[in-house]
């Protein structure tokens, strides 16, 4: 056994398979830079991200299974679940020896956790798709404050992109401190501190809101209240669909 | 409180009794400006009562000329009124739309002085949406009953969706709660619509550029616990309404008492029938997602769905000869039958035997209802039985394991079991 600490991202994960390739070295625990703590027994190896190599693998796989399925790896990378990771290096490494599509052999216990946490992901996906819920500043800029359970900002972007097209708006991911603008041409990504991140939340106050801000809100507020059947009041089925964690983002929760 | 909110409150309260609440189906994109209907749709929220919200739901006005005893804005009610504005309806939609409220639009109305006049104003503002403020979003419509055809082919060109209530299942039934009412009101629009889809359907092949025409269907909704009908009646009603009018969706909305004042309907303060409505919607999918035919959904001889046990394990267990399958042998088709697995576990079982016989640890980690389940399915490693299993103690296990959903039965059903 031998220790691959990589950047961390889904990039330097691939660069990771590549490395197991070429080195004949199949039997890889993969650690990030963050968390790796040397330990004196272990032998380990640092492995640079290099873009042409991952590129390499992600042609590999997209060529062995189609690009959809490829695709599937990078979104169970994003669960940020190490299990999950290490469990998806291996079934890459099966799929490239073996030549089969083992992603579908669901009694198999790495096939099934892949599709666990697909699964997973899928629905933190949809769930920010559908609980986000954007403020208007006076300058005219949309923006959202989200901390999902996985890193499914990237999976979110091409939605709000087609859904809001004319109009400017930011989702930032408080959690893992990176957000997402969209500027009518484009999108860019950008990095906020910490401090300037507190400036954008509203409950600080610094931003300004639009005039009408407030009272979209509110009307907003009164719909949701309003639209409730009191008769047919079920708290557990309303925790299921609105778990608790997300009612600090969500305008009519709060 | 701003009028604005006042009328909000009293209008979304009027709509909520429409259960309908899909956004999904539309191919609708967006060209550059805003919207864009999600083809799988989206629930935005959740309301308390454990219904999702995904469009906003309101009426354009809760004024009406008709008087039925089911209906909160009927004429005789003693409820406040309000009417909004066309361009209030639409500040509405978009703001909310654009703080990613809501995945689009459901507008219905109470008819002020006659059909026309009303269909004409819920015209006007779904062209507005579409053509003023350029958006793309989801638009369902609820059609005035009795409107011109003009007017529902023009509002067709604008929605994703259309709907009429047929409110109660049967057309005696109606008659004794909205006298002025009939089933044919209903089926007459429904039917020039669906023709309207189907013609632009072929038109398409032809035409480069196809205009959209309620390209996410039409659907309608009935009242059930308010007159007698069976659950067999009722679900023969969905089926007709699926065959000939290719509805999308049939909602059955279990009767909330409102009034008093007729005694034809349950009393205030009679609980919904929440589990027959969800005995409903499960038999419904039956029909629509499992190949289950009425007759095999609900017994001739008792008309009436179990409360206690859903659809298909009700089915299941009137029929011990088809069982057990084979998990490893059987198909599709024949595996969605089984109670405790559902389609998305039946299409994994088909995958992964590919890679070798399935063994019990294997089928309970996949995600499948195995308590259930295992009553009516062999695998690699199952004993052999020798003899039938009797269905009824089938039954007996099934319902003891789960308890919980016990405490959701109607009392009088519940003091049979302690």
Redesign the interface.
């Known amino acids: 056994m031998i220790q691959y600490i990589y950047d961390g991202s889904f990039g330097g994960f691939l660069c990771c398979v590549f490395e197991c390739f070429e080195r004949r070295e199949f039997d890889v625990q993969l650690i990030t830079e963050k968390v790796f703590a040397p330990d004196f027994f272990a032998l380990s190896k640092t492995i640079v991200s290099d873009k042409a190599k991952a590129k390499r693998v992600l042609d590999g796989l997209t060529k062995s299974l189609d690009a959809s399925r490829a695709k599937d790896f990078f979104r169970v990378f994003l669960s940020e679940d190490p299990i999950a990771i290490q469990n998806a290096l291996g079934l890459i490494i099966q799929i490239f020896q073996k030549k089969e599509n083992i992603l579908e052999n669901y009694g198999e216990e790495k096939a099934l956790y892949f599709s666990q946490t697909l699964k997973k992901v899928g629905r933190e996906r949809h769930r920010m798709k559908a609980f986000i819920r954007f403020e208007k500043s006076s300058n005219g800029m949309f923006f959202a404050v989200i901390a999902p359970d996985f890193n499914v900002l990237p999976l979110i972007i091409d939605f709000f992109t087609k859904r809001y097209t004319d109009q400017t708006w930011l989702i930032y991911d408080e959690k893992r401190h990176y957000g997402i603008l969209y500027d009518k041409t484009g999108i860019s990504e950008i990095e906020i501190s910490e401090l300037d991140a507190n400036a954008i939340i509203p409950s600080n106050e610094v931003v300004v809101l639009d005039l009408e801000e407030q009272k979209y809100q509110q009307l907003w507020k009164s719909y949701f209240k309003s639209t409730n059947i009191e008769a047919r009041k079920n708290m557990k089925l309303h925790l299921r669909h609105v778990p608790k964690r997300y009612w600090r983002y969500l305008t009519e929760k709060k | 409180m ?1 009028r ?2 006042e009328k ?2 009293i209008l ?2 009027a ?3 429409d259960v309908s609440c899909s956004s999904s189906g539309s191919k609708r ?2 060209n ?5 209907a ?1 083809f799988s749709g ?12 995904s469009l ?2 309101i009426l354009l006005t809760n004024h009406c000329i008709y008087d039925c005893a089911f209906c909160v804005s009927r004429k005789s009610n003693d409820v406040r009124r309000a009417a909004f504005t066309v361009q209030e309806v639409v500040d ?1 939609t978009m ?2 739309y ?4 809501i995945e689009g639009l459901f507008l219905s109305s109470g008819i002020f002085k006659n059909a026309d006049y009303t269909m004409e104003r819920l015209l006007r503002i779904v062209k507005k949406l579409r053509t003023e403020e ?1 958006y793309n979003g989801y638009i369902h419509l609820k059609t005035i009953p009795g409107a011109s055809g003009e007017l529902i082919q023009d509002a067709g060109l604008y929605v994703d969706r259309m709907s009429i209530n047929l409110e109660i299942p049967t057309e005696e039934g109606l008659k004794m709660v909205a006298p002025e009412k009939d089933h044919a009101s209903v089926r007459k629009p429904l039917a020039f619509v669906q023709n309207q889809i189907s013609n632009f359907k072929s038109e398409s092949k032809l035409i480069k550029h196809k205009p959209l025409f309620v390209p996410a269907g039409q659907s309608t909704q009935m009242v059930v616990g308010a007159t007698p009908e069976s659950d067999l009646e009722i679900l023969k009603v969905a089926d007709d309404f699926y065959q000939n009018y290719k509805l999308k969706r049939v909602y059955y909305s279990g009767y ?1 008492p409102i009034s008093s004042d007729n005694n034809l309907l349950p009393a205030i303060g009679t ?2 029938p ?1 589990i027959r409505e969800n005995r409903l919607y499960q038999a419904d999918w039956l029909m629509r997602f499992y190949d289950f035919k009425v007759d095999e959904i609900v017994h001739e001889s008792k008309h009436q769905l179990d409360l206690e046990i859903d659809p298909k394990l009700a089915w299941a267990l009137r029929h011990p000869e088809l069982f057990p399958i084979d998990i490893n042998t059987a198909n599709f088709r024949t595996i969605i039958r089984i109670p405790g697995i559902g389609r998305q576990s039946a299409m ?2 088909i ?6 016989r ?2 019990e640890y ?1 089928l309970r ?2 995600g499948i209802a195995y308590n259930r389940a295992q009553y009516f399915i062999t695998c690699a490693d199952s004993i052999i039985n020798i003899g039938h299993t009797s269905m009824d103690w089938v039954r007996a296990q099934i319902l003891q394991q789960s308890k919980a959903s016990q405490k959701y039965l109607p009392q009088q059903q519940l003091s049979l079991f302690v």
């Open positions: 701003e604005i909110e909000l409150k979304a309260d709509a909520k009794y994109k967006n550059g400006s805003i919207g864009d999600s989206i629930c935005h929220s959740y309301t308390e009562d454990g219904r999702c919200v906003l739901k509405l703001n909310f654009r703080r990613n409220y350029r909330i609980r919904p929440l994994k079982i995958k992964a035997r590919q890679f070798g399935l063994h294997q980690k996949m």
